[in-house]
């Protein structure tokens, strides 16, 4: 299970940087919804982060399972830090934006938060993995 969320949580990256790759002036208008943009960056690693957690977290490594949520937080801070920094530099008609990445670092710790509240819960009642 661990390993097919890994290849998920590497495909999702892989269509974050694909999204990235897309020249602005070929995206969608956005509606009247104010910062929706922002909300779009939450929600891209919110999922990727979910897909995430439970790789460290599970992890046989009792060291990288206790450090999972410092992990995702860098994983986090690092790609999105390293996307907004190309879409400033080299993606055509793209800037970076100091507000995606805090987005971006949302969307992390979000999903730090709702899956050691929720899910990891749900993922021990329903696959009964027990930690060490």
């Keep these: 299970m661990l390993k097919k969320l890994l290849f998920i949580s590497l495909f999702w990256a892989t269509l974050i940087l694909l999204l990235c790759f897309i020249p602005g002036n070929a995206l969608p208008k956005t509606p009247a919804i104010p910062y929706l943009d922002k909300f779009i960056h939450l929600g891209l690693y919110f999922i990727l982060s979910v897909f995430l957690i439970p790789v460290f977290d599970f992890s046989h490594h009792k060291y990288i399972s206790k450090a999972a949520p410092f992990i995702i937080i860098l994983i986090t801070c690092f790609y999105g830090g390293i996307i ?34 929720l899910v990891k819960r749900i993922f021990i009642r329903w696959k009964g993995i027990r930690k060490g």
Aim: avoid cysteine.
């Design 84 to 117: 907004e920094i190309a879409q400033e530099k080299w993606f055509i008609n793209r800037s970076g934006d100091i507000v995606d990445f805090y987005s971006d670092l949302a969307g992390g710790l979000l999903a730090i938060i709702v899956y050691y509240i």
